[in-house]
Each structure stands twice: as structure tokens, then as C-alpha cells.
């Protein structure tokens, strides 16, 4: 059981580049998220899925696009990268239901934009 | 909107004492759960202990308790006989209740740096 692992841990963007990371879940949850982690600012949601097949957008979403086209993935795409999104990245997953609902992150992939 | 504050940026603590983490919350709902985590150098997030809104009695985990004043909208972490293995960045996080609509996303507070002295 791995968890949620995240690809890559480590990536260096020129500005304008794309990428996209991807996120894998074996636990069969529902819900998966995207935050991002800067200095002083905690995390902040950037997107979100609520089952396959479904995304919306969070508190961040200006600059990402996002796809969940099977239940264990949930991919976060850079279409043209910016320096200000220079951040660390975080997924994570749970379940919503009544007595369960911790969220389990992955160990989050550290983006540097050029 | 619901928001999270963490208003120490760094706090330290001998070893083998015992150390608060102070976090205090905003909110106009009634059914919410409130968590701390854990984040050592390596960067995992690390649960270490959660709160439901509805219990009044404060949750423990070993060496962790928390002091949950909802009234005051206050969610302190305990730390008991500090170790050095506790030095991280610790996180206070909210999420709303299972009502239509929530989504489970957690809203985090910008953190607190924790040193342990040996």
C-alpha cells in the first residue's frame, strides 16, 4: 500500500515551458486535491475532485488545468509556466465520510520556474 | 470564509519540556473538524492529531493534546516531554462538515517552526 506518490519530486522549468504532475492514490478514494506551499502562507488549494471524471477549482487556479480521468490520478498541469509559480506542490486524498476524514498527502514535488 | 491563523512563525522548546502551538480559527459553521500536522525538513505532512467541533472533549494522542475552545474559536496544540524528533513546521487546519456541498478541502494556517534544544 503506497499511498499517494507524486511525480516528479524534483523539477526545473523554464518560463513558458508546460508540465504536468501527476498524482496516484491505492487507497480508493474519492476526493483529491492540489495545494501549493510557499514561504509564509501555509497551503493553499489550487484544485479539486470530487470523483472521477469531475474537477473544480479552488483558491489558486489561475495558471494550472487539471484532469482526473481514472479514480487513482489526478494530474496538475502548467500550460505556460511563470516564475511566481516557483512552489512546492502537494496532493492528497481522502474519503468524505462520517468518522473518516483525514486527508493523506504525498510528499510533494518542489517546482522551480526560471 | 473560513480562515486560520497561526500567529507564532517560530517557537522553541528544551528537550524533554513542553511546548503550546497556538492557532485560532474564523468561522460561522457549527459542524467542522480541526487538525494538526506535521511537516519535518523531509516535507511529508504528517497527521498528528484531529479534533471534531461536536466533542467537547479535548483529543490526545501520547504525547500530543490539544486545548479546543470552540466558543473562543481556539485550537492550541500540547506537546509533552519534547523530543527532538518533534522539530518541525507544525499546521493548523480546518474543514468543514458534511454538509451539501462541502467539499473536504482543508484550509491551513501559515504555520509555526518548531525548535527542540537538546
Known amino acids: 500500500n503506497a499511498g499517494v506518490t507524486q511525480t516528479p519530486k524534483f523539477r526545473v522549468l523554464k518560463t513558458g515551458q508546460s508540465m504536468t504532475l501527476l498524482c496516484a492514490q491505492d487507497?480508493?478514494?474519492?476526493?483529491m486535491y492540489w495545494y501549493r506551499q510557499d514561504p509564509g502562507m501555509g497551503l493553499r488549494l489550487i484544485h479539486y475532485?470530487?470523483?472521477?471524471?469531475?474537477?473544480a477549482k479552488g483558491e489558486v487556479p489561475d495558471g494550472y488545468n487539471v484532469s482526473r480521468l481514472k479514480k487513482q490520478n489526478f494530474l496538475l498541469g502548467l500550460e505556460s509556466a511563470a516564475p511566481s509559480q516557483t512552489s512546492v506542490y502537494f496532493c492528497?486524498?481522502?474519503?468524505?465520510?462520517?468518522?473518516?476524514?483525514?486527508?493523506?498527502f504525498g510528499p510533494g514535488t518542489r517546482l522551480l520556474v526560471l | 470564509a473560513q480562515t486560520v491563523t497561526q500567529s507564532q512563525p517560530e517557537m522553541s522548546v528544551q528537550e524533554a519540556e513542553t511546548v503550546t502551538l497556538s492557532c485560532t480559527y474564523d468561522?460561522?459553521?457549527?459542524?467542522?473538524?480541526l487538525f494538526w500536522y506535521k511537516q519535518p525538513p523531509s516535507r511529508q505532512m504528517i497527521l498528528v492529531i484531529r479534533q471534531e467541533a461536536y466533542k467537547q472533549q479535548n483529543a490526545t494522542e501520547n504525547r500530543f493534546s490539544v486545548n479546543f475552545q470552540k466558543a473562543a474559536k481556539s485550537f492550541s496544540l500540547k506537546i509533552s516531554d519534547s523530543q527532538l524528533g518533534d522539530a518541525a513546521m507544525y499546521f493548523c487546519?480546518?474543514?468543514?462538515?458534511?454538509?451539501?456541498?462541502?467539499?473536504?478541502?482543508?484550509?491551513f494556517g501559515q504555520g509555526t517552526t518548531l525548535q527542540v534544544k537538546p
Open positions: 487546519a480546518y474543514r468543514s462538515g458534511h454538509g451539501s456541498g462541502n467539499t473536504g478541502k482543508l484550509i
Open positions: 468561522t460561522s459553521e457549527s459542524d467542522y473538524y
Open positions: 492528497a486524498s481522502s474519503y468524505w465520510l462520517a468518522g473518516d476524514e483525514t486527508q493523506y
Open positions: 475532485s470530487v470523483g472521477e471524471g469531475t474537477t
Open positions: 487507497m480508493n478514494h474519492e476526493y
